[in-house]
């Protein structure tokens, strides 16, 4: 057990801005149970839950990446019981991390939520509700919440392992999925069957435990049988301006035109504005985000060319605008198709598109200011950025929200994108290349 | 005592690229085997099928007396190794990765790693992420040796590593191997690593192991011959690997040196003969000539 939980430490608390995040979640979500259990307010906690919700998630962000480093290393292989411990620590992260929200939900409903009204919906008496809750419901809502922290592990891990569009598309049909389950298994309701989501969290699971243990030793036996797998590459030319290829920003339509399929998928299961509000920023995220990884590539371009670092900043930001300027304008078509296809309300356009806009063009800025690596600043300004996109999104959707308010949050949502570009421009005159390394 | 390492008629080929072929050897408790090779030779993919990172294409080989491809935890206990490239975690620090690894083996050697922490100056509280690629060299080479194993596989291990750090890390393996009942098998490209260090050598040469055996068995079979004021026309009795002519004089490095040939030379060139002994790195560049 004791690898186990060195791994553990090694996933929550080795990293300090992850550290701090992650204490900082927990702190969190003591304090928003102790405000349902003494002050009994769930409408003043919900945000507090979220955020520390999210804090907690992401400081063990590295989690998938940190196992998949090691599973696949031939340390692991030599490790005694190497892989096997490894993996044991990704499930148990995973069921600490989903353990809180299903907590919160059973204290909150116990505690605060109107007896008559659960009861009304529950159409039994109270000592079996109570039952009720703090059994099976609380089961269905963290065996789902399990499920939906492995697969945003997932995304992470095919985010930060794979930039090419066989990596965006992974990462952006999973929370299709994401969306679509929780509604579907986690109610009030005893007809309920727990069978369902524990399947999928099994398979999900068995999936990763196949990859990770199994999949080296089928390969080799394969290759054994039948012998190696030759690579193939691509006969055709990489034909972009020198920028663009080191930047790995060339062929921008591809990423552009693979947006299309994961919309397509989850037209097919997702119909609530919101959930596509909150999906679609997740696009406008995603488009913005290759740029966090400039400064390092720029490297390059620095002995190629002869500009100064604010002249080379310029001429990436050109690059990084054209690349995401196409993602984000054929997702604003998608949505247009989407919203005409579903039906959605005219709103669903008039705040969601230059939400869009903003998300991206935000995130881009918030990578292109990432100078030396991630730090903690620039950690808690990405979680924060992506709160505030997904929060605008779900406020956007509401039907009772002003669009007035909207269109405020989203002008300093563009205050905010022109201060990180400032940030950007001051960073990028002082570069230095030796502490933004591969 | 068994032999650490056994391997008959092993051979690797990936689709119809055949990198290693009919290999036998051992490793045994004591040994400190160099292997050298040109690049490409199938180094790298000897150690790894040696460890069980990848099967045989044919053959077998067994590690503490189970086929490699199937080690159990008992056994990997006993093995260290350090990997070509490193497989650090960049973001840990190198205390953070050193508990990280300790904590899989319950015979961590801790004060070991504190004193060749001191002697090799790695400071454990640096991010992996900003150490030089020599300092994350040493680290892996800690990881390697902190469980004390029996078995110890380095594959270019000193690649990166300055003067001093590489004599120190040969000074730790001399250390290592004087204990009783270990093995180190490393593999180099610096040639005068593996002759102060290694007491065999493994010659890889297209997959297949021209020479394995003591250093100075080699270094007795693989000589130089001068041979002056030889005729144009005069051949040596047997093949040789190099044979250079210049003014009258004939100079050949050979194989399979023996009192035989010695003897068969003398009958023929007389009293004109210099048998000549060569470094290593001299019979290295001539066997792949």
Redesign the interface.
Known sequence: MKPVLRLLYGYFFAVPWLRWLSLAGVATLVLSALYLLFIAQPFAVQGLAVAGLMALFFGTALMPLMVGRLARSKQAALLPWGRARILLSALLTTAIVAFPLPLLGVIALMTVAPKATLEAAFYGNGNSLAQFLTTTFFWQMYVVCAWQCTSLYIVLWFATHERGVAGMLKSLLIPVAVLFVPPRFVRIDPTISLAWPLSLLLATWFLIVAYLLWWPRIAARLTRRFGGITATTSKGGRVASEVDLILELDRPWRFALAQSVPIAVAALFIREPAAWLFYLTIFGVIAGARAGRAAMLSRTLWLRSDADRRALFDRVEKAFWTHTGYQLAALIALMVAVGTFIDLPTRFLGAGIPLILLSGTTTMYLGLAMTRGIRFGDAVSAVALMLAAMSIALLAAKESTPLAAIAGIEAALAVATLALRALAVRRWSALDWSICRR | MQAYVVARDLGK?????CVLRDLDFTVEPGDVVGVLGKNGAGKTTLL?IM???????HGRVSVFGQES?A?S??S??R?G?V?QQD?L?A???AR?QV???A???PNWDAPLIERLCNAWELDLDERI??MSVGQRQKLSIL?AMGHRPDLLVLDEPVASLDPIARRRFLEQIVEVTAEADRAVVFSSHIVSDVERLASRIWIVQDGALRWQGGLDALKESVVRIRIRNAGAAEALPFRALHVTRSAGHLSAVVDDWSEARHAALCSQFGEAIEVEPLSLEDIFLALHR
Not at chain 2, 13 to 17: C, D, E, R, T, V
């Open positions: 080929s990936f689709g119809p690229k790894e460890l069980g990172f990848s099967p045989a294409s491809f080690l935890a008992a990997k206990v093995i190794f990997p497989e975690l973001p840990l620090t953070d508990a990280t690894v904590a899989f083996y992420q900003s990881l």
